[in-house]
C-alpha cells in the first residue's frame, strides 16, 4: 500500500507539472493586446505628425496668399465676418485666398486679428512638432523652441506696430495685437521708450537663446582670481556654487553593474584580454532598468521554466549555436569558431569630452573656451578595419594542421576553440587528460613548421582559463584605423584621466588604457615595427580627448624627423624652456636642460601640493576649481604633462648619467603630480633599459624584436621575438601579457589634425618650463662673468713658465684638486692664455714670455 501511495503521489506531482505550462499559455493574449494597443498608439503618433507637417505647409501657403491678395488686390474680409460652419455650407462665397476659404478664415485670424507677419513662426513650431512625433527625429529642442516661437512672434507683432502705426496699407504686418499694443505702449512710454523698451527685448532674446556670455560691469568674481582684498568672511557667499559640481558624482557609479551586465550579455572568455570591458558594458545598458509590464510577464516566465533543467540547458545549446560555429571530426574533437565580433559603430555625440563650464567658480578652459576638438572625420577609415574575414577554410586546415602534429607526439586533445582576430587568430586548446602541458609547450617550433608560419606562439596555459593558447598568424592581417579606436564607445565615453587607445585585440575589441594608471610607458622593438606610430597613437589619442588647458607634451626628438608635425599646436599643447627656440627638443644639451628643468617642474609641483595638503594632482585642482586655494600663494592650475622620448638609446650613447638620472628620477616620483613618460627605443639592450629604469616603467610595450634575449629585457619573458611585425605588439601591464594588433596612423592623418588644431586660436605662447642653468654652461662664460680664482694668476705663471698647459700639471705644482684645477684650466682658456681642449694632448699655450703675461694679467686686473 505504501508503494502505491508513493506512485500516486508521484503521478499527481507529475500531473501538477505539467499543469503548469497552460498557466504560461494565459499571458499570451494579454501580451499581444499591449502590443497591439502600443501599434495602435503609435500609428496615432505618426498620423498625427504628418498631419501637423502638412498643416504647417497650408498654412503658410494660406497666409503669404493673404499677404498678397491684401497689397495687389484687396483683401476677403466679406468672407471673413461668417463662422466656420457658413463658411463650409455656402459654396457659392467669393475669395481670392491659394488655399481656399479655410485657408483664408485662418490666414485672417492669424494675421488681421492676432500677430500679423510674425504668425508665420506659428507653421514653423508646427511643422518641427510633426516631425518629431511622425520620426521620432527633433530637429530642435520642443520646449525651448516653443518658447522662442512665442517671445518672438509677439516681438515682431510689437515692433511691426511700431514702426508702420501711420501706415494704413502696412498695418497688416503688426495685426491687431501688435496696433493695440503699440497704442498702449506708447501712451505709457512714449516713442522713444517704446522704441528702447522693443530694443531692449530683441536683445534680451538673442542674449539667452544663443547663450551669449555678459562681460559687462566687473565678472572678476566669476572668472578671475579673487582680489587680495577679499576677506575669509566673504567665501560663504560663493557656497551655493560649490555645491553644483556634487550632482556630477553619481555617474562614477556606473561600474557598479558592470559584472552583472557582463553575464546578460554572454561575454566570452576572451574578453579578459581588454582592459575597459567594464566601461563598455555599462554604455551598452543602462544602469536602472524600468518595470515594465512586459518585463514582469518575463520575469514570470522565467520563474516558472526555472524548475525545467533539460529544457533550460537546451535552449542554452541552441543558444550557443547560434553563437558560435561547431563541429567534430571524425576523431570526435570539437572544433568551434568563435563569432568573431563586429567592430563598434562610431559614437555620433560629439567628440569632446564633457566640459564643466561654468557651473564652477572657476574654468581652466576660458582662455581658450571656443577651441574645437578635431572631428573623427580627419582620420582616415579603411574597408577591412570593421569586419574580421579570415575564411573558415583557413580556420579547418590550421585546425587540423595543429591536430595532425599533436598526434604524431601522441598528444590527445578533447576540443578545439577559433577566436579570430585582425592579424591573428587564437586556437584554444583542451588536452586530455594527463597530458603534461610543458609538452606542448616544447612542440612550438613543429607547429610552426607544420603551419608554415612565421609567429607562432604557444601560451600555456591562458592566465584565468583552463585552456592552452596557440597564436596562428593570418595570412590576410587586417589594418586598424586609429578612427575606429577613437569611435568606439570605450574610447568616448570612458571616465580614464589620460585616455589612450592602442589597437585592437584577438577579439577585435578596443583596447583602451589609461595612462595616468600606468604610470609611466616604455615602447621597444626593432626598427621598422611601428614605434613611432604607436607614439602618434598615444598623441592623438590625448589630443581627442583633453583640452589643451589640461594636457601639455614635451617632445623630444633626437632623429629630428619624427616629431616635427606637431610645431603647429605648439601655442595649444607644447611645453618648453623659456630661452628655447624650437618646441621639439632635437639636440642633446637641450635635452639634458629640459630634463632637469622638469625635475624642478616636478618639486615645484609637490610644494604646492604640500602646501594644498593634498596627495595627487586630481584633488590639488578639485580645489583650486573651487577657489579654495589662493593664487597669490603661488597656487595655480596644474596639466598633466607627458614627456615623449622617441629614441632613447641615442640619449644613452651620447649623454649617459646626465639622461638617465633626471629621468629616473622622475620615473620614481613624477607620478602622482601628473607628469607621466612615453618612452621608445629601437635597441632594447640592458645597458639602454636598465633596471632602474624596468622598475619605475611597469606598463611596457613590445614590437617584433629578433631575440629572445631582446624579448626578455623588454617584458622579462619571451614571446615578442614570435611577433609578425607591422604593428603586431605585446603589451605589459605588470600583471599579465595581451597581444593586440596596434593602430594605424598616418602622416598625412596627422598632418590635417595639426593643422586642424593650429588654425585655430591659442595661447600667446607655449607653456614654459622652469628655467635651469647648467652649471658645465656656465663654466664657458667670460671672467667678469664667473670671478678667477685666487690661485689664478699662479696657474698662469706655471702654465707659461712649463710652456705646458694641462690639468695634472696644475694639480702637481698647486697642491689642488683635480675639479679645481679643471676650473682653473677653463679660466686661463677664457683669458686668452691657452687654447681649447685637444682631448688626451695638453692645451696649447698661447703666451711666450712672462713679461707678455705680466701685461695681459695687469690689463685683466
Known amino acids: 500500500m505504501a508503494a502505491s501511495d508513493n506512485k500516486n503521489t508521484f503521478k499527481n506531482e507529475n500531473q501538477k507539472k505539467t499543469a503548469s505550462p497552460p498557466k504560461k499559455t494565459k499571458k499570451k493574449p494579454g501580451k499581444k493586446k499591449k502590443a497591439a494597443q502600443k501599434q495602435r498608439f503609435q500609428n496615432i503618433k505618426i498620423i498625427t505628425g504628418i498631419f501637423l507637417i502638412l498643416f504647417s505647409f497650408y498654412l503658410v501657403i494660406s497666409i503669404i496668399s493673404y499677404i498678397y491678395q491684401w497689397f495687389y488686390f484687396g483683401n476677403d474680409d466679406a468672407l471673413l465676418s461668417m463662422s466656420f460652419g457658413e463658411i463650409l455650407t455656402q459654396p457659392d462665397i467669393e475669395h481670392h485666398n491659394w488655399a481656399g476659404r479655410i485657408g483664408a478664415a485662418l490666414s485672417y485670424q492669424f494675421i488681421h486679428q492676432w500677430f500679423g507677419i510674425g504668425s508665420l513662426l506659428f507653421s514653423f513650431y508646427f511643422f518641427v512638432l510633426g516631425l518629431f512625433l511622425s520620426s521620432g527625429y527633433q530637429l530642435v529642442h520642443l520646449g525651448k523652441s516653443l518658447v522662442y516661437v512665442v517671445s518672438l512672434t509677439i516681438w515682431i507683432s510689437l515692433t511691426m506696430g511700431f514702426l508702420f502705426f501711420q501706415s494704413d ?65 566673504e567665501k560663504p557667499k560663493r557656497g551655493k556654487e560649490k555645491n553644483i559640481p556634487k550632482e556630477k558624482e553619481p555617474s562614477h557609479a556606473d561600474s557598479s553593474t558592470s559584472s552583472i551586465s557582463k553575464e546578460k550579455e554572454g561575454i566570452s572568455n576572451t574578453e579578459e584580454y581588454a582592459l575597459d570591458n567594464e566601461e563598455e558594458n555599462n554604455t551598452q545598458q543602462p544602469n536602472h532598468q524600468e518595470t515594465t509590464p512586459e518585463a514582469e510577464d518575463k520575469g514570470a516566465a522565467e520563474e516558472e521554466t526555472s524548475g525545467r533543467g533539460s529544457n533550460k540547458s537546451a535552449e542554452a545549446k541552441e543558444n550557443e549555436a547560434e553563437k558560435d560555429i561547431e563541429s567534430k571530426n571524425e576523431n570526435g574533437i570539437e572544433f568551434t569558431i568563435e563569432t568573431p565580433k563586429a567592430a563598434e559603430e562610431e559614437d555620433k555625440r560629439p ?53 595532425d602534429t599533436l598526434q604524431n607526439y601522441s598528444i590527445k586533445i578533447t576540443s578545439i576553440r577559433a577566436t579570430p582576430g585582425p592579424s591573428v587568430t587564437l586556437y584554444e586548446i583542451v588536452q586530455a587528460p594527463g597530458i603534461r602541458i610543458s609538452k606542448i609547450k616544447n612542440l612550438e617550433d613543429d607547429i610552426a613548421m607544420s603551419l608554415a608560419a612565421h609567429g607562432i606562439r604557444i601560451i600555456a596555459p591562458i592566465p584565468g582559463r583552463g585552456t592552452i593558447g596557440i597564436e596562428v598568424p593570418n595570412k590576410d592581417p587586417q589594418t586598424v584605423s586609429m578612427r575606429s579606436i577613437l569611435g568606439s564607445k570605450k574610447f568616448t565615453q570612458s571616465k580614464y584621466e589620460l585616455p589612450i587607445g592602442l589597437g585592437k585585440t584577438i577579439s577585435n575589441e578596443s583596447y583602451i588604457a589609461d595612462l595616468a594608471q600606468m604610470p609611466h610607458l616604455l615602447m621597444a622593438g626593432a626598427t621598422g615595427q611601428g614605434k613611432s606610430v604607436g607614439l602618434n597613437a598615444v598623441i592623438t589619442s590625448l589630443i581627442y580627448q583633453k583640452h589643451p588647458a589640461g594636457l601639455k607634451f614635451i617632445l623630444i626628438d633626437p632623429k629630428k624627423v619624427e616629431l616635427t608635425l606637431y610645431n603647429k599646436i605648439e601655442r595649444h599643447y607644447l611645453a618648453k624652456l623659456p630661452d628655447a627656440e624650437e618646441s621639439i627638443v632635437t639636440e642633446t644639451r637641450e635635452v639634458v636642460r629640459t630634463l632637469n628643468s622638469l625635475v624642478i617642474e616636478m618639486e615645484d609641483r609637490y610644494n604646492l601640493l604640500k602646501d594644498a595638503q593634498v596627495k595627487s594632482i586630481k584633488e590639488y585642482n578639485q580645489k583650486f576649481i573651487a577657489r579654495q586655494l589662493n593664487p597669490e600663494n603661488g597656487h595655480r592650475f596644474l596639466p598633466y604633462i607627458v614627456l615623449v622620448i622617441d629614441e632613447f638609446a641615442d640619449l644613452i650613447m651620447t ?19 601628473g607628469i607621466h613618460l612615453l618612452i621608445a627605443t629601437q635597441r632594447p639592450s640592458v645597458n639602454i633599459i636598465t633596471g632602474s629604469i624596468k622598475a619605475n616603467f611597469p606598463a611596457r610595450i613590445a614590437y617584433r624584436v629578433i631575440s629572445k634575449v631582446d624579448s626578455r629585457t623588454i617584458l622579462d619573458s619571451g614571446g615578442a621575438e614570435q611577433l609578425v611585425g607591422r604593428g603586431d605588439m605585446l603589451l605589459y601591464t605588470g600583471k599579465e601579457l595581451v597581444r593586440l594588433q596596434g593602430a594605424y596612423l598616418d602622416t598625412s592623418e596627422i598632418e590635417k589634425l595639426t593643422e586642424y588644431i593650429g588654425s585655430q586660436r591659442a595661447y600667446p605662447e607655449a607653456y614654459k618650463l622652469p628655467e635651469y642653468v647648467d652649471e658645465e654652461a656656465e663654466t664657458s662664460k667670460d671672467l667678469e662673468d664667473l670671478g678667477r680664482d685666487e690661485m689664478f694668476e699662479e696657474a698662469a705663471r706655471v702654465v707659461v713658465s712649463n710652456q705646458h698647459g694641462s690639468t695634472s700639471l696644475l694639480q702637481r705644482k698647486l697642491k689642488i684638486g683635480y675639479n679645481r684645477a679643471g676650473r682653473i684650466v677653463d679660466q686661463l682658456e677664457a683669458a686668452g692664455v691657452v687654447g681649447p681642449f685637444e682631448g688626451s694632448k695638453a692645451r696649447e699655450v698661447l703666451i711666450q714670455d712672462m713679461t707678455s703675461l705680466e701685461q695681459l694679467l695687469e690689463n685683466l686686473s
Not at 573623427?376 to 594542421?401: A, F, M
Not at 649623454?655 to 603630480?673: D, F, H, M, N, W
Open 351 to 403: 567628440s569632446e569630452p564633457e566640459h564643466r563650464g561654468l557651473d564652477t567658480e572657476y574654468d581652466p578652459t576660458l582662455d581658450l573656451r571656443d577651441f574645437q576638438f578635431p572631428p573623427l572625420d580627419l582620420l582616415e577609415t579603411y574597408e577591412d578595419s570593421h569586419h574580421i574575414r579570415v575564411q573558415k577554410e583557413e580556420l579547418e586546415e590550421n585546425k587540423q594542421q595543429i591536430v
Open 169 to 233: 496699407e502696412l498695418s497688416v504686418l503688426s495685426g491687431v495685437f501688435g496696433y493695440q499694443g503699440n497704442v498702449m505702449l506708447t501712451a505709457i512710454l512714449g516713442n522713444v521708450g517704446t522704441g528702447i523698451l522693443l530694443l531692449f527685448i530683441l536683445l534680451s532674446i538673442t542674449t539667452v537663446a544663443y547663450n551669449i556670455p555678459l562681460r559687462w560691469l566687473n565678472t572678476d568674481i566669476l572668472t578671475r582670481k579673487p582680489s587680495s582684498a577679499e576677506t575669509p568672511g
Open 655 to 673: 649623454s649617459g648619467k646626465e639622461v638617465e638620472g633626471p629621468i629616473t628620477r622622475l620615473a620614481q616620483l613624477a607620478r602622482a603630480i
